[in-house]
């Protein structure tokens, strides 16, 4: 019985998310997080302070994931509201005739450099409407991009699916290197693969076999700094990757290298520079700042995560909290059980460097107020759900975590590894392309499946760091076949009741994923 009531809330939640009228994450995860408090509290017998104290250190927790969304928002509607996105679009349209070349450029290494800062489904909305524009039709449009935004989301957001995804978990940080160094390593291979399935939905075998030496600086040019970066560092790799491989790609288009001769449709729009500048700036500014506060040598990202306290007091029972120097506010003692959790209001990628250009932004463009206040209404809007399901996911993620040994995560993980043993490494991508699936988000998918995956490897004695990797590489693959991407994307272009359809398509090279990660695993393990 303790299995069937461990595993009971995940079943239900596959449930609810996959039926034929489904029920978004918003309602599906905090009703699930619901029905594991009751079996916690009555079946299992876990303390209702310990439970109610991990609830309170859920909501702490999700300031995290949604102050990112929301910073990534406001930026995307900046660009929008000020006129940035259709100079940066008419631009990006002048480089090559070619359609292959503009597919890579715009599906690929412009939406790798986004994922890379923003992350949280934002590339497939925002390249989706360039390559409409460009002349390919939606449908298709949107499964290319649904397809092609994968490699880079295990380090999308700044890293925040493998740094926050992950940090329930307590790793050290040699291990999150690892874990980093073979998620990497992973996409890096399935990337000579999956971006031709994604141009196969749009154009013939034959004029990728023709452009095909195009296709593969494209695809190297993201690829191996994405690889190399992965080595020393778990938030730069595909923001970094993503900006060198679209600026080779950008040049190697222009100078027609692998590409076959294609006639211009339509006559090019003159650009002045200084006009692509002023509306790339955002852009430069966030990948500018992300930079110089993420490298430890230049002393900023020290600072930033500073933990001497410089102001602590009591909320009663509800905890003990502290202020540090660098806005690190902490709650713990949370009603007097070891349960705590902050929020490091400098470091966490939102109020730096999103707002902050975003801030910057408004003034460079000469933003209305009628146009600032539109910007945060219809940010504050889009954050709403989100806010919700992660908040559920967090709540039930700590609480199948309470119960030392007897946890419902353990339990899972236990009986998994009994059903499995070392063939588990087989599967385990898979286990993340599900939780991305019905929750929307790679992070959310580490986060919810994380301890079951340690879990099973230490009861198995496979590689801990290797089987976490292939959970995060799940969890990317996992956004082809994502709803909530699915939906956006489909509303972004105008197309209806196709979101089955697409699935249907985007599970095909979903599969492919998963067998090159259980192929380049067993490899990894030899």
Known sequence: MAIFFSLAPIVMLIWMMTKRRSIPSYI??????????????FWFKTDLTLLSANIVTAFISVLTPITIIAGAIMLNKLMQVSGAENVVRSWLENISPNPVAQLMIIGWAFAFTIEGASGFGTPAAIA??????????????????????????????????TWFGFANLGLSE???????????????????????????????WQEIRRNIVFILISVLACTV???????????????????????????????????????????????????????????????????????????????????????????????HITLSDALIVRLSNVFGTPAAADYKTLYVPAL?????????????????????????????QQTNKPFIALFGALIMVNLMMQGGENAPVYIIGRSLAGATGESWIYFASYLGALGSFFSGSNTVSNLTFGGIQQSIAQTTGLNVNLTLAL?????????????????????????????????KKTVVPMFIYGVIAAVMALILTL
Request: proline fraction near 5%.
């Open 128 to 161: 989706a409407p360039i390559l409409v524009g460009l002349g390919f039709p939606a449908m298709r449009v949107a499964l290319l991009t649904l397809v092609m935004n994968s490699v880079p989301v295990s380090f999308g957001a700044v890293g925040t699916p």
């Open 28 to 41: 599906a995860l905090p009703f699930t997080a619901a029905v594991v408090f009751c079996i916690q509290l």
């Open 225 to 319: 700094p994405y690889l190399l970066l992965a080595q020393v560092n778990y938030e730069f790799p595909a923001l970094l990757g993503g900006a060198i491989g679209l600026g080779i790609s950008v040049v190697t288009a222009r100078a027609g290298i692998g590409l076959t001769r294609t006639e211009q449709k339509t006559e090019k729009k003159v650009i002045p520079f200084g006009q692509v500048i002023k509306a790339m700036t955002p852009t430069l500014l966030l990948i500018g700042i992300l930079i110089v506060t993420r490298i430890h040598q230049l002393g900023l990202k020290g600072l930033l995560n500073s933990t001497n306290v410089i102001w602590e007091g009591t909320l009663g029972f509800l905890g």
């Open 352 to 380: 730096i460097p999103f707002f902050l250009v975003v801030f910057i932004g408004i003034f460079l463009f000469r933003l209305k107020r009628t146009q600032v206040k539109t910007m945060f209404v219809q940010t504050a």
């Open 174 to 204: 040699e291990s999150v290197y690892q874990i980093s160094h073979y998620s990497a390593l992973i996409h890096f291979v399935a990337a000579f693969v999956i971006p031709l399935l994604a141009l196969r939905f749009i154009v013939s």
């Open 471 to 503: 959970q995060s590489v799940g969890g990317a693959m996992g956004n082809m076949v994502c709803l909530n991407n699915i939906i956006a994307v489909c509303t972004i272009l105008g197309i209806t009741n196709a979101e089955g359809s697409i699935i």
